[in-house]
């Protein structure tokens, strides 16, 4: 019964990392490397799941195959152990830093402490210094299993110094999510110590990476993969907010449009369009304030809702927006630059179709913005040339 009950909770874990890998690669249909990293993780983390499964059902069975199974499953797990906790450090830096300049130079760190359970994974069949397999198919821990959990934290706190540098970036369930990985597991492994012959290493593993799905993976969803700023989905998730509100909150609405992304590309290359993308994200968003909604609403469109007091206070923001435009162009030293057309309007919320036609009216209004600048550079490349 106490075999069956150890059993039964990895088996469940197993059946929740198999939904988990199933549905993150049907649901999100991205194939960005945050979602890359995680469904490596998830897979790492069904294989050290059987792993124990398999250590579990073989232990203290006879037979002549069952000590040579509980000793390749259990060797496995240590040796599957420091990559899946590596794979864990690797999406907290791709999730918080995006490009992670330094990726090498992290990964070299994480290096040294994954040869290191290495080389004791590879000598403990000559040396025994994780685990032994003694007479009666009895699985003991060896002298330095207690080195290798050290080993494995030093991978962790290095992510954790990642996760405190941009806690403020989080908020609290993302932050509490990310954090919980190695720590549930953790808690595993001092019960396991204490009472030996309980699991509970990796179904924890399972249920902090189920956090992670709900609270981190899911809010992916609604962000761009280019700029990292809300994609067009969020717009709804906006929209439900506003019905929450009272009804005489002012919003000021931009339609942003890059006036010359296709001459960028067709010149510079289409590397160079992303960058010029992403620069454009980086401009808007810093003319506003923390709080302001800003969405990439198409290839080149973005979308931004602000709360104002008065229409002269959305003037003021579309005017600051403009301003970092003219000085992003001035000082950036490209040889490009990156010039954008703003259609804006103040709106209430009365109800969602009402927020759908403001949009569709910012939204002319950029298009006559945008004929209109594009008018003025004709007649003045025909001045030019006279």
């Not at 960005?32 to 499964?53: G, Y």
């Not at 821990?141 to 405190?164: C, D, E, K, M, S």
């Amino acid at each position: 019964m106490d075999l069956f009950v150890r059993l039964d909770i990895n088996i469940f874990a197993a059946l929740i990392l198999l939904i988990l890998l199933l549905n993150g690669k049907v649901s999100t249909g991205m194939s960005t490397k945050t979602n890359l990293i995680l469904s490596r993780l998830t897979a790492l983390v069904l294989i050290l799941t059987l792993s124990e499964i398999i250590s579990f059902a073989v232990d203290l069975r006879p037979g002549a195959m069952m000590p040579t199974l509980n000793y390749l499953s259990n060797l496995m797990l240590y040796l599957l152990a420091p990559f899946a906790i590596s794979l864990w450090a690797e999406y907290v830096e791709h999730y918080l830093l995006r490009d992670v300049p330094d990726l090498k130079a992290r990964r070299l760190i994480r290096a040294v402490p994954i040869l290191a359970i290495l080389v004791l994974v590879l000598t403990n069949p000559a040396s025994g210094y994780l685990f032994r397999i003694l007479p009666g198919n009895i699985y003991e821990r060896g002298p330095l299993f207690v080195h290798q959990i050290l080993l494995n934290a030093v991978i962790v706190a290095q992510a954790y110094v990642t996760l405190y540098r941009n806690r403020r970036s989080l908020d609290t369930a993302k932050l509490i999510s990310l954090a919980a990985f190695p720590l549930l597991p953790m808690v595993g492994v001092l019960i396991q110590l204490t009472f030996y012959g309980t699991t509970m290493i990796w179904s924890n593993m399972t249920l902090a990476l189920l956090l992670i799905f709900l609270n981190v993976q899911k809010s992916l969803l609604l962000v761009d993969s280019l700029t990292g700023i809300d994609n067009r989905r969020s717009v709804d998730n906006l929209i439900d907010s506003m019905s929450e509100r009272r009804r005489d909150v002012l919003y000021g609405g931009m339609m942003l449009d890059l006036d010359n992304l296709k001459e960028i590309n067709d010149v510079y290359g289409h590397a160079t369009g992303d960058l010029a993308i992403r620069r454009a994200a980086e401009i808007i968003k810093g003319s506003l304030r923390k709080g302001d909604f800003v969405a990439r609403y198409a290839g080149d469109e973005f979308f931004v809702v602000i709360e104002v007091a008065e229409a002269q206070a959305l003037t003021r923001a579309v005017e600051r927006i403009q301003k970092a435009f003219y000085d992003y162009n001035r000082d950036s030293g490209e040889t490009w630059e990156i010039n954008v057309s703003i259609g804006y309007d103040t709106f209430r919320y009365e109800s969602a179709e009402s927020v759908d036609h403001a949009m569709r009216r910012i939204d002319d209004l950029m298009y006559q913005e945008k004929k209109r600048r594009k008018m003025e550079r004709r007649l003045a490349a025909d001045m030019e040339m006279t």
